[in-house]
C-alpha cells in the first residue's frame, strides 16, 4: 500500500473535533498559585507589558511582548538559524527589551519523545533548571521550539499533580542551589508573533499580497495540553489553531486551505531516526504534494524546528523519485520579518534551506543575485578581520 492509498479524511469528518464540554474543570494557573501559597513551589508571573489571546477553550492567556527570556532550539541553531536570528531581528527592530541567555540548556524532549530514555523527575529538572534561570535574571521564558513547548507544558502539569515529582525535583534545585519555579503561562515564540501581528503590519514594506500560502501547524503546539494553545475562532471557528494563519493574513498573504492540514510533518521523532524513508515519504506525499495539487502555494510556512526541516530537506529525495515538490518552506518569523524588509540572507539566512526558495523571493520584488552578492561580500569583510558582525547585528553590541 503507498500513502496514495491511504484515505484522506475532510476536516469535518475528524473524530478530534474540539468540543468545549471536555475543556478542562479548572484552570492549571490557579492551581499554580494555590501551590505557591502552600510554600511547594514559586510561579513566575509574566511581565507587565503583555497582550492577551484566546486558548482553545476559551481561556485568556498572557502573551509577554518584552523582558522575554529566549529558550533557544536546538534544531533551529543547528539546522536552520535565520528561523532564531529573525525573532530577535524582530525583537530589535521593536526596541523590545529581550534576553539571548548563554546558560540554556537542551530541553532534553529528544530523549523523551524519540527514545523514552530518561526519567520524569530528570526531565522536570532540565525544565525547571531554564526557567530558574530565566527568573535569575529577571526575564520571562519564550519557548522556540514547538516540542520543548509542549514538553514543558506536560511537565508543568505533571508537577502540579504528581507531589512525589515535586519532592524530588526539589531535592535536585537544591543541590543547584535554585529554586523550584514555574511560569505562570508556558509561551510558545508563534504566540508572540501573533501578539505582535497588527505592529509588524504597520512597518510593513513588502507588499505580500499577491502571495499564496499554506499552513502546517505543528503537532507539538497544539496537540499537547491542546488546551493551552491559541485559536482564533473568527478564521477557522473552534475546530482548529489558527496562529500562523491569523499573522499571515495581517500581512495580506492569502492562506489556502488543504484537505491533510491535521497530519503530522513527518518528523515524528523517533521515525525520523529509524524510519527516515517512511519520514521523508510521508512529509512529501501527504504533505507537499496535497499543498501543490490542492492549493498551489508560493510558499509553505510552520511554527515548529522540525516542521520545517522536514517539509524543507524531505523535498530532495521527492524530487529523486518524480514526485511534485519544489514548494519553498519557512517559519511564521521569517515571513513577518521578510515583510519588515529584513534582508533574505544576513537576517532569515534562505540559503540554509534546502528547497529552492529564489521564485519566492523574486516574485515579492527581490533581487536575488544582488542581494547575495551584498552577503557575500559581508561575509569576507569578516573574515579579513573588517568587520565583526553582521550589519543587522550591529546596532547594540
Known amino acids: 500500500m503507498s500513502f496514495s492509498d491511504i484515505p484522506i479524511l475532510k476536516a469535518e469528518d ?11 474543570k479548572s484552570d492549571l494557573r490557579e492551581e499554580l498559585f494555590q501551590l505557591e501559597k502552600e510554600g511547594e513551589l514559586e510561579v513566575q508571573r509574566v511581565p507587565d507589558n503583555y497582550m492577551e489571546l484566546t486558548t ?8 509577554p511582548l518584552e523582558k522575554t527570556w529566549h529558550h533557544k532550539s536546538c534544531g533551529q541553531c543547528g539546522h536552520i538559524p535565520g528561523y532564531s536570528a529573525s525573532i530577535f531581528w524582530l525583537n530589535r ?8 541567555p548563554t546558560d ?26 531554564n526557567f530558574a534561570a530565566a527568573d535569575e535574571v529577571g ?7 514547538g516540542t520543548s513547548f509542549g514538553h514543558y507544558k506536560e511537565v508543568r502539569h505533571a508537577l502540579v499533580h504528581q507531589p512525589e515529582l515535586r519532592r524530588k525535583v526539589r531535592k535536585i534545585m537544591e543541590k543547584l542551589g535554585k529554586k523550584l519555579i514555574v511560569p505562570e503561562e508556558i509561551v510558545h515564540y508563534s504566540e508572540w508573533v501573533l501578539a505582535m501581528k497588527d505592529k509588524i503590519a504597520e512597518r510593513q514594506t513588502v507588499d505580500m499580497s499577491m502571495i499564496t500560502a499554506t499552513v502546517h501547524p505543528a503537532c507539538h503546539y497544539h496537540k499537547l495540553v491542546e488546551e493551552d494553545a491559541i485559536y482564533d475562532s473568527e478564521i477557522y471557528g473552534a475546530q482548529r489553531t489558527a496562529i500562523i494563519t491569523g499573522t499571515l493574513q495581517k500581512l495580506g498573504i492569502n492562506v489556502g486551505d488543504y484537505s491533510t492540514w491535521y497530519d503530522c510533518c513527518g518528523f515524528g521523532f523517533r521515525h525520523i531516526l ?10 512529501v506525499q501527504r504533505k507537499i504534494e496535497v499543498m501543490i495539487e490542492e492549493v498551489n502555494p508560493d510558499v509553505t510556512v510552520t511554527h515548529d524546528t522540525g516542521c520545517v526541516t522536514t517539509l524543507d530537506q524531505s523535498q530532495f529525495a521527492g524530487k529523486a523519485h518524480g514526485k511534485k515538490v519544489g514548494l519553498p518552506v519557512m517559519s511564521d518569523s521569517q515571513i513577518a520579518a521578510l515583510a519588515m ?9 534562505l540559503h540554509w534551506h534546502n528547497t529552492d526558495n529564489k521564485a519566492f523571493l523574486q516574485k515579492l520584488g527581490f533581487d536575488t543575485d544582488k542581494l547575495w552578492a551584498e552577503f557575500q561580500a559581508e561575509i569576507k569583510e569578516i573574515k579579513d578581520g573588517k568587520k565583526q558582525y553582521m550589519s543587522w547585528e550591529d546596532a547594540d553590541r
Open 139 to 145: 526575564y520571562f521564558p519564550i519557548i522556540h521550539c
Open 93 to 100: 527592530q521593536f526596541g523590545l527589551d529581550y534576553h539571548d
Open 274 to 283: 529509524v524510519s527516515r524513508d517512511f519520514s521523508r515519504s510521508f512529509s
Open 104 to 129: 540554556q540548556t537542551s530541553c532534553t524532549a529528544w530523549n523523551y519523545y524519540a527514545s523514552a530514555t530518561s526519567n520524569p523527575e530528570a526531565q522536570a529538572a532540565v525544565a525547571i533548571r
Open 14 to 24: 475528524r473524530k478530534f473535533k474540539a468540543d468545549p464540554t471536555k475543556a478542562p
Open 341 to 349: 524588509g529584513a534582508h533574505p540572507y544576513k537576517v532569515l539566512q
Open 56 to 63: 482553545k477553550y476559551g481561556r485568556t492567556k498572557k502573551i
